[in-house]
């Protein structure tokens, strides 16, 4: 019996070891196998089926959320007062996305035209987009600015074009019409004898050159020799830089085309893309941990800096002429019209442009853009892209259409587009990138559990046994010692006896 226990005893011991040892394995070798899985079916590739549709035909529903800023006060706004503005909308559109010519290259790198194409989503919407707002007439006031240094004839020229053509400070129109275009005979008149003062040759409309459009060719890496890289932008139309700017700094094309970024970000990760609308790189910081639906996330939102002015934040000189912090001045990269962009109602922008126009009410809730990513494949989860189209207008001399106006940077319309992952696809990654990896981190730690504890059992059941054979074995000594010394009493008795002659 002592044999058996013996045998079964280092039976276990070995099985315990062994298992103990698989699950250090596990332990030390499940996160390289993970990691390498996640870099395999990140990498751009047709024959990664799931990333390459995920990346070619972006399946999460991504929409367009506009509002406009009608102008309540007109008439007192020409006169010099303070515009009262109130928001309209959202007005939102469903935003599809598609990426065509795509060509591969041996330095692996890919090449490719991503379109884009609007359709209005009424249900989602406040209004028609037959719904009439009234906003300042870009044409007018903006052209105004850019005439502000010419010489006063040429002036007083052009508000006499702007009289024959019946144009005035502000526009009514349909939501429909300010955002695809309307028919102007100022603008026919102008693309005929102007040709490329305005940058669309059609109607004009405050997205008429977006619908059905692509952003410019995008050459990224694939991430085959190097996962770090996958996704960063190698050149944009043939550029690696932009000639916009002022400094080479502001001219780099940093980070990817803003819809991936490179696996395995680190809470001091910062998420940088270029935005052909904002003709510049655009960098997200780290501000918070989350769960979307089980899986994790890091969110990522606009510094303070990433809009302000070069007094401010010295990096963001090479972008000015400026003006207040939260105003970024893209006329270099708009046919020199007048345009800023900022966050919607001027959130995290200098409080001062708040003074100049009543109506506005910033929050982060509402008005802060982010990103959330998932860390360990760089994928976004949820996206919400808010930006603000402004335009700069004041009284200009010989211009009768600015009236006495204040100088004011006016907001116009802003803009969300949103995004999030669900339905199967969420499942999916859910599946492989949550789930998975969490069973071989139980895994790991039950089989290193169950093998200490069958070693611990192994060497209980062979001290027992060893205690077990010391007790026999005492035992018989006992008895051997008890037995010795009766029948040596029994010898000295008859011994005794003997010599009284009794024995």
């Known amino acids: 019996i002592t044999m058996n226990k013996s045998k ?11 298992t103990a040892v698989f699950g250090l394995v596990i332990l030390f070798v499940g996160p390289i196998i993970i990691d390498d899985q996640i870099v395999k079916n990140l990498v751009i590739d047709p024959e990664n089926e799931l990333s390459y549709t995920m990346w070619k035909d972006i399946p999460v529903p991504f929409f367009m959320s506009v509002y406009f800023f009608n102008i309540l006060n007109p008439t007192e706004f020409l006169a010099g007062e303070i515009p009262m503005v109130e928001q309209r909308g959202p007005y939102v559109y469903r935003k ?3 990426k065509q010519n795509i060509t591969f290259h041996p330095n692996h790198t890919v090449s490719y035209l991503e379109y884009r194409s609007y359709f209005f989503e009424p249900s989602m919407s406040v209004g028609n987009e037959s719904d009439v707002v009234t906003i300042p007439n870009m044409l007018v006031l903006g052209a105004a600015v850019m005439m502000d240094n010419m010489p006063h004839a040429v002036r007083l020229l052009l508000s006499a074009t702007f009289k024959s053509f019946k144009e005035g400070p502000f526009l009514s129109k349909s939501v429909g019409e ?30 008429s050159e977006f619908n059905n459009s692509n952003t410019g060719m995008f050459t990224v890496h694939t991430g085959k020799d190097d996962i770090r890289l996958i996704h960063k932008v190698n050149s944009w139309n043939g550029l690696t830089k932009l000639i916009y700017w002022k400094t080479p700094q502001c001219n780099m094309i940093n980070g990817t085309a803003g819809q991936m970024w490179p696996p395995f970000m680190t809470k001091e ?20 941990e989350g769960i979307m639906k089980g899986i994790p996330l890091y969110r990522f939102v606009a510094p303070k800096t990433m809009f302000a002015n070069g007094s401010d934040y010295a990096p963001n000189e090479g972008f000015c002429p400026c003006r207040q912090s939260g105003l970024l001045n893209v006329s270099s990269c708009r046919s020199n019209a007048p345009v800023f962009i900022s966050q919607p109602h001027f959130y995290n922008a200098d409080p001062v442009l708040l003074d100049y126009v009543q109506g ?13 990513i998932h860390p360990e494949t760089g994928v976004p989860l949820n ?27 006016m907001p116009m319309i802003w803009f969300e587009e949103n995004g999030y992952m669900d339905g199967a696809i969420v499942k999916t990654f859910h599946t492989n990138l949550v789930l998975l ?24 059941l062979h001290y027992s046994g060893k205690v077990r054979s010391l007790q026999h074995l005492v ?23 003997k010599s009284m002659g009794i024995c």
């Open 8 to 18: 079964l005893a280092i039976g276990l011991f070995v099985a315990g070891t062994l």
């Open 96 to 98: 599809r996305l598609q």
């Open 178 to 207: 300010l955002m695809w275009g309307y028919d102007s005979k100022l603008v026919d008149f102008l693309n005929k004898w102007f040709p490329g003062m305005l940058p669309s040759t059609g109607k004009f409309g405050l997205f």
């Open 269 to 288: 990760s910062t998420l940088p893309f270029y935005s052909p609308d904002a003709c510049r790189s655009l960098e997200l910081v780290y501000q918070r």
């Open 360 to 372: 506005l009410q910033p929050t982060e809730d509402e008005h802060g853009l982010f990103i959330d």
């Open 383 to 409: 996206v919400s892209i808010r930006l603000q189209l402004n335009l700069y207008m004041k009284k200009v001399s010989g211009i009768t259409e600015t009236g006495k106006i204040s100088e004011v940077v």
């Open 437 to 460: 990896p969490m069973v071989m981190v139980y895994m790991q730690y039950c089989f290193l559990g169950l093998g200490l504890a069958t070693v611990l059992g192994a060497v209980l």
């Open 475 to 497: 035992s018989a000594h006992v008895v051997f010692y008890m037995a010795d010394s009766v029948t040596n009493a029994n010898e000295s008795c008859c011994d005794d006896w």
